[in-house]
C-alpha cells in the first residue's frame, strides 16, 4: 500500500517508519529542506520537497495511487486546508490532525471524518490508568477479520439505526453524541445529526461502508 505524510513531525516520522518497516511505500512531504536531507539518513523513505497545502504538490503526490494521506503537521490550520484540497484532487482517505478541540465539529463540518485529536486520545489514556483501569489496546481485541469503522450522520441520515443501511456484515457498536454522550445503539434508536456511530465490521464490508459514507 502506499501513504503519503504532509509534514514530518514526530508523530509523522514514527508512523511513517512503521509502516515502510512493514513493506509499505511511504512518501514524506516536507517544505523544509533541510529537514528532507536530515531525515534522509534515518528514513528509507520517499520525499517531496514542497507545501504540502498546494495543490500541484499534493498532485505530485500521485492521489489516484495514494491509500491514505496523512496531514500531521503542527499547524491545524495547514492540515485542515491540506485536506480539503486532497479530497478535491481526489484522495480517498485523508486523516486530519487538530491540536484545538474546538475545530473538531468544523472537521466534521467540512466533510473531514477522519480527524485525529491526540491531547483527547492521551488525556483520557492517562486518565483510565490514574484510576487504575485495566487499559486494553484496540490491537488486542481486534483479531482476524474484526475491522472498526466511524461514520459521522449527516442530515439527511438523521433516521431510526435500523434504517441507516448498514451492510449485513457490520453491526453499529456504540454512538457518540455531542461529542461525549456515550450511547449503546438499538435498532430503533433514532440518530442525530453529527452523531458519530461505531462500527464493528468485517474487513470486506469496509469498502461499502466507505462508499455508503465516505
Known amino acids: ?99 484545538d478541540p474546538e475545530l473538531e465539529h468544523i472537521c466534521g463540518e467540512l466533510g473531514l471524518a477522519e480527524s485525529l485529536v491526540p491531547m483527547h486520545t492521551v488525556g483520557r489514556y492517562l486518565a483510565d490508568m490514574a484510576e487504575g483501569q485495566n487499559i486494553i489496546e484496540i490491537s488486542d481485541i481486534l483479531r482476524g477479520e474484526a475491522r472498526l469503522f466511524s461514520l459521522r450522520v449527516k442530515e439527511e441520515e438523521a433516521v431510526p439505526l435500523a434504517d441507516l443501511g448498514l451492510p449485513s456484515a457490520a453491526r453499529a457498536i456504540c454512538i457518540y453524541r455531542n461529542g461525549k454522550d456515550f450511547l449503546f445503539p438499538e435498532p430503533d434508536t433514532r440518530l442525530t445529526t453529527d452523531d458519530e456511530v461505531v462500527v464493528l465490521a468485517r474487513a470486506a464490508a469496509l469498502k461499502a461502508l466507505r462508499e455508503r459514507f465516505g
Open 1 to 99: 500500500m502506499r501513504f503519503v505524510f504532509v509534514g514530518s513531525g514526530t508523530l509523522a516520522v514514527l508512523t511513517g517508519r512503521m509502516l515502510a518497516e512493514r513493506g509499505h511505500e511511504v512518501i514524506l512531504i516536507e517544505r523544509d529542506r533541510s529537514v528532507i536531507d536530515a531525515l534522509r539518513e534515518e528514513l528509507e523513505v520517499g520525499f517531496i520537497h514542497g507545501d504540502g497545502t498546494r495543490p500541484a504538490i499534493l498532485r505530485e503526490a500521485d492521489p489516484e495511487a495514494t491509500h491514505l494521506l496523512f496531514c500531521l503537521t503542527h499547524d491545524d490550520q495547514a492540515n485542515i486546508i491540506a485536506s480539503l484540497v486532497a479530497r478535491s484532487l481526489g484522495y480517498s482517505r485523508v486523516v486530519t490532525k487538530i491540536e
